[in-house]
């Protein structure tokens, strides 16, 4: 039977997409533990039960520690739970982050509502 | 709708191009079926393609031209999962997750099998000697075929390809997190 050998070059490059693929998976339970807190945090957020949202969103920001968007629901979770040093870290984060413009305006609405 | 030659598109994916041909020659190899010649990649059109002699059973066709389908859907779903929710979900991506979604969307819009994978499973059922209960169920699979690869006219691969690699991921996770 005719086999037609496969060059090594190409040999390499499965093996190197392969070993990729390993990489990825490693890499998905955390990634999706994350992302489902996130949802559940806001779900949470929504029936403002804000302690357990923070509890959610803290498990998002432990993964993917340089995501704004995760950073900012904490600090507005935390702040509305009445977690002082958590929305206090929290701002102290996001005060030297470029934030986008909707981001800025739900905090300052928030921080403006303050009595 | 704007055009850009396929060989162009296939330089900018050609993991896929690579990772499909393989997943063809490799099929190939576990029905024992002789390999006469294998283009990995190349720019032209097409942009890779395996040679094979005809396989004795209808079933070693139908996996030799539906295979790539079935290993770069996988892989690239794979490769790209964890560096996509980071990018969509929370717009935290570094540059190996976008590395990632590339190499993810380049072997996942390559899965659809072309109208030549279609011919050639087409003329494996054609010949004399083949029930016609597999023919029935092998026809709307070339349909599909067929179909899928006029769509590329309107990007269906690309389309198909960050389906698997990013909408796929979001979907999961907003299904998990729903029912749990």
């Not at chain 2, 996988?74 to 560096?83: E, K, R, V, Y």
């Not at chain 2, 597999?134 to 769509?151: Q, T």
């Not at chain 2, 979001?170 to 299904?175: F, M, N, P, Q, S």
């Amino acid at each position: 039977m005719a086999r037609q050998p496969i060059p090594i070059g190409i040999k390499l490059a499965g093996v190197a997409i392969v070993l990729l693929m390993l990489f990825a998976l490693i890499r998905i339970p955390s990634s999706i533990s994350a992302a489902i807190a996130f949802e559940r945090g806001e779900r949470s957020e929504q029936k403002l039960q804000f302690a357990k949202a923070e509890n959610e969103y803290q498990k998002s920001v432990q993964a993917f520690p340089t995501s704004d968007l995760a950073h900012t629901r904490l600090f507005v979770t935390a702040y509305r739970a009445r977690d002082g040093g958590t929305a206090r870290r929290e701002f102290e984060y996001l005060r030297g982050h470029q934030l986008d413009a909707k981001l800025v305006g739900e905090i300052s609405a928030l921080l403006g509502s303050r009595h | 709708m704007f055009f850009i030659p396929g060989p162009l598109i296939a330089l900018a994916t050609f993991p896929g191009v690579i990772v499909h041909e393989l997943a063809h020659q490799l099929f190939c190899r576990w029905f024992r079926v002789p390999v006469l010649k294998v283009c990995y990649f190349r720019v032209g059109n097409p942009a890779g393609f395996v040679i094979h002699e005809p396989p004795t059973k209808t079933y070693q066709s139908l996996f030799i031209s539906i295979g790539p389908f079935l290993i770069n859907t996988i892989m690239g779903a794979l490769i790209a999962f964890p560096a996509a929710l980071p990018v969509i979900k929370f717009g935290a991506g570094d540059l190996l997750d976008y590395f990632l979604i590339w190499l993810g969307v380049s072997i996942a819009m390559h899965a659809i099998p072309s109208t030549g994978d279609a011919k050639s499973l087409w003329q494996s059922v054609k010949g004399p000697g083949v029930s016609s209960v597999v023919r029935f169920i092998v026809a709307p699979v070339v349909g599909i075929i067929y179909l899928a690869a006029f769509g590329r006219v309107f990007w269906l691969d690309l389309i198909y390809g960050i389906g698997v690699a990013v909408g796929l991921p979001t979907l999961l996770v907003a299904i998990y997190s729903a029912l749990g």
